[in-house]
């Protein structure tokens, strides 16, 4: 029998409401006792990801940060990165901020907080990006950006025509990923999807049978890397569509897993 490997999304799919549950951690735990690894992928930074584990008793064997743009050991010791220029960072955030209803953030490769770009258009935030410090564009080229996570909540045509923009406007120079009220701009052709199969593949050697859970568009990429996966009923139908399975929670998917039995989709 191959040994086994979890990819788990953090927002949506552990994290609620900034906590995990006590059910999710057991059984993470029991998954990692039983000689599998367990590896967080999350659209989130080194800062913001230690902030959500902090107190949770919980230890990854692995990191795949900022949608596929960092891997990291255990200790968060990057092992492989991407970044985004600079001169497109400071582009977007100028443009951005002057935007009414987007909250603009900075990744970096940095530990401590994430940056939060003010607003010209009056204070905006999310609590899921709780944990950071403010910065000006001036500061922009002291720092190494792996993502520029988009809080747009409650409104799909500012998504669609924001993503357009991008898309059209740096071409070839990043990549954007939607999460629930999240866009995350990320280095080209990076997606959980491209960190997983670095770090099985090219880092672990490839020999290990591999599982997916998340909730959201962002997760669709670990979803086709991974060889079976699950989704949640709240999540978006594209999602439910592309994982074997639908579950309830996290922890019913990983002791299904555990005790060799499968779970029907709905």
């Not at 003010?118 to 999310?126: I, L």
């Not at 898309?167 to 009220?181: I, L």
Request: glycine residues 8%.
């Amino acid at each position: 029998m191959s040994p086994q490997l979890m990819a788990f999304d953090l927002d949506g799919t552990l994290v609620f409401d900034q906590k995990i549950s006590a059910e999710s951690v057991e059984a993470i735990h029991e998954w990692q006792a039983a000689g599998n690894l367990a590896v967080c992928s999350t659209g989130k930074s080194i800062a913001a990801t230690i902030h959500a584990l902090q107190g949770t008793g919980l230890r990854f064997d692995y990191y795949v940060l900022y949608t596929g743009g960092a891997v990291t050991d255990a200790d968060f010791r990057v092992l492989t990165s991407h970044t985004i220029p600079n001169v497109v960072v400071r582009e977007i955030v100028e443009t951005l901020t002057q935007e009414q209803g987007i909250a603009v953030y900075g990744t970096t490769l940095e530990s401590g907080h994430d940056a939060h770009f003010p607003s010209t258009t009056g204070s905006k935030s999310s609590s899921i990006l709780a944990h950071f410090a403010p910065m000006a564009v001036e500061d922009i080229p002291h720092h190494e950006f792996v993502g520029i996570p988009l809080f747009i909540e409650g409104n799909e045509e500012r998504m669609e025509r924001t993503t357009s923009w991008i898309r059209e406007r740096f071409q070839g120079q990043v990549d954007c990923h939607r999460n629930q009220d999240f866009l995350d701009v990320v280095p080209p052709s990076c997606t959980k999807g491209t960190g997983l199969a670095w770090l099985d593949e090219a880092y672990l050697g490839g020999r290990y049978e591999t599982y997916s859970i998340g909730d959201s568009w962002n997760d669709l990429a670990m979803h086709a890397w991974a060889q079976h996966s699950a989704s949640f009923p709240y999540s978006p139908l594209e999602v439910q569509d592309a994982t074997d399975t639908v579950v309830a929670t996290a922890a019913e998917y990983i002791r299904s897993v555990l005790k060799g039995s499968t779970i029907a989709s709905s």
